[in-house]
């Protein structure tokens, strides 16, 4: 499978805990963007990343939340002391430059549910 | 403010029926604009786009959208519908709000097209 994959799938947690979620995108792709997605909305920009170097965080990431992408390739995101309203859809999605406005190529998403 | 609106929270057609998703945009510069799909449990799939040239564009899965300047609207169109079309739609802008090269795409909240039988 040459796509965006996303690990895991699903995740319950309790409150309080520490969770990570991985991506790893598209192989030749530098871009890399991390969303979230509640239902009924469209995804919410957190971060992304432009080869290994985290270009812009949104002001939804708070300091719980950290992502990294140290070689390049794959990335993981953190969330730390979870709460419930961390519960969501994650999001992650890769795109080439210097292909202009390339479209993004999304994974599957993260399922976390915070109890 | 940069920003895409999506106005019809649900579209019910019947199958075999021609459809159309809406979109409306705000943008400060030249409007690129987006159209993903998102089947259930699935991640979000590029449907077509429109950077620039023809205002029709044609994209996957039959589906097409015509770029209205004067409008601003960006609608999702499909001559005739299959029940399979059955999903959640986004449409997106680049954002413009930040210098450089930033390709971050702003979303509308999603239109639920339902194809009925």
């Known amino acids: 499978d040459t796509g965006v994959s996303q690990n895991p799938r699903h995740k319950i947690t309790k409150r309080g805990q520490n969770v990570t979620f991985r991506c790893d995108p598209i192989?030749?792709?530098?871009?890399l963007y991390w969303y979230r997605q509640t239902l009924g909305q469209g995804p919410e920009f957190l971060t992304y990343?432009?080869?290994?170097?985290?270009?812009?965080k949104s002001r939804l990431l708070s300091d719980r939340f950290s992502a990294e992408r140290p070689k390049g390739s794959f990335s993981t995101l953190e969330i730390q002391r979870t709460e419930q309203g961390d519960s969501a859809m994650y999001l992650c999605a890769s795109s080439l430059l210097p292909r202009v406005n390339g479209e993004q190529f999304f994974g599957p998403g993260t399922r976390l549910t915070v109890l | 403010a940069q920003s895409v609106a999506q106005p019809e929270d649900q579209v019910n057609v019947a199958e075999g029926n021609p459809l159309t998703v809406k979109c409306t945009y705000s943008?400060?510069?030249?409007?690129?604009l987006f159209w993903y799909v998102q089947y259930p449990n699935r991640g979000l799939q590029f449907l077509l786009k429109?950077?620039?040239?023809d205002n029709l564009v044609k994209g996957s899965y039959g589906f097409e959208a015509e770029f209205n300047k004067s409008q601003t609207s960006f609608h999702l169109k499909k001559p005739s519908a299959l029940v399979s079309d059955s999903a959640l739609y986004f449409c997106?802008?680049?954002?413009?709000?930040?210098?450089?090269?930033?390709?971050?795409?702003?979303w509308g909240l999603g239109t639920s097209l339902a194809v009925n039988p």
């Open positions: 990343f432009q080869n290994e170097a985290q270009l812009e």
């Open positions: 429109y950077i620039t040239g």
């Open positions: 192989s030749e792709h530098n871009r």
């Open positions: 943008v400060s510069g030249n409007p690129y």
């Open positions: 997106a802008v680049r954002d413009y709000s930040y210098a450089g090269n930033n390709r971050k795409l702003i």
